[in-house]
T-cell receptor, first 114, second 117 residues
Framework: DTAVSQTPKYLVTQMGNDKSIKCEQN?????MYWYKQDSKKFLKIMFS???????INETVPNRFSPKSPDKAHLNLHINSLELGDSAVYFC?????????????FGSGTRLTVV | AQTVTQSQPEMSVQEAETVTLSCTYD???????LFWYKQPPSRQMILVIR??????QNATENRFSVNFQKAAKSFSLKISDSQLGDTAMYFC??????????????FGQGTILTVHP
């Protein structure tokens, strides 16, 4: 039973397209996150939701829009994809809003924009 | 803002030997948590060990232990009896229980560890 599952694992698309990445957790955690890992492997937070409410919204282009229909799901929609959006996107969840017990990560979605 | 620095881009070790990965951080918070995550070639991020700043005792998990020096803001990871499966990128990470880092895990740049047979 996968604790945090993301789909798809790989996504190759053309510039200008719109795409979505889905994430689901079955751990009963209250908080979910999106992180971006760039080509240098640096991980940076994009968004967090606590029980469907947006808590953290880092400086991310507004082409990126997260949506949380319930506390077990957090999706990421990206409009008008650009070459610079190519990266690995990780979904994660934590037991509390503070993340002080650590996060459980999904396996990542490698997005390639051509 | 909190920062996490890993000054060793790459390390290597022979199987069965011990290796230490370094991490320093900068914060004005008093109540915070530190982590080491492992990312093998499979890309999965795996929590290795967690340390609470208010606990003096260093955390240990089987072959993994930390040397937490709060005054020096240092948090190194020691891997004993290294195994081939320990080959991975290791990330040091920080979060606080309040303040500007609330709920946000800040990562270091990562250290690539290679275990040689």
């Amino acid at each position: 039973d996968t604790a945090v599952s993301q789909t798809p694992k790989y996504l190759v698309t053309q510039m200008g397209n719109d795409k979505s990445i889905k994430c689901e957790q079955n751990l009963g955690h209250d908080t979910m996150y999106w992180y971006k890992q760039d080509s240098k492997k640096f991980l940076k937070i994009m968004f967090s939701y606590n029980n469907k409410e947006l808590i953290i919204n880092e400086t991310v282009p507004n082409r990126f829009s997260p949506k949380s229909p319930d506390k077990a799901h957090l999706n990421l929609h990206i409009n008008s994809l650009e070459l610079g959006d190519s990266a690995v996107y990780f979904c994660a969840s934590s037991q509390t809003g503070t993340g002080t017990y650590g996060y459980t990560f999904g396996s990542g979605t490698r997005l390639t924009v051509v | 803002a909190q920062t996490v620095t890993q000054s060793q881009p790459e390390m290597s070790v022979q199987e069965a030997e011990t290796v230490t990965l370094s991490c320093t951080y900068d914060t004005s918070e008093n109540n915070y948590y530190l982590f080491w995550y492992k990312q093998p070639p499979s890309r999965q991020m795996i929590l290795v060990i967690r340390q609470e700043a208010y606990k003096q005792q260093n955390a240990t998990e089987n072959r993994f232990s930390v040397n937490f020096q709060k005054a020096a803001k240092s948090f190194s990871l020691k891997i004993s009896d290294s195994q081939l499966g320990d080959t991975a990128m290791y990330f040091c990470a920080f979060t606080s229980a309040g303040g500007t880092s609330y709920g946000k895990l800040t990562f270091g740049q990562g250290t690539i560890l290679t275990v040689h047979p």
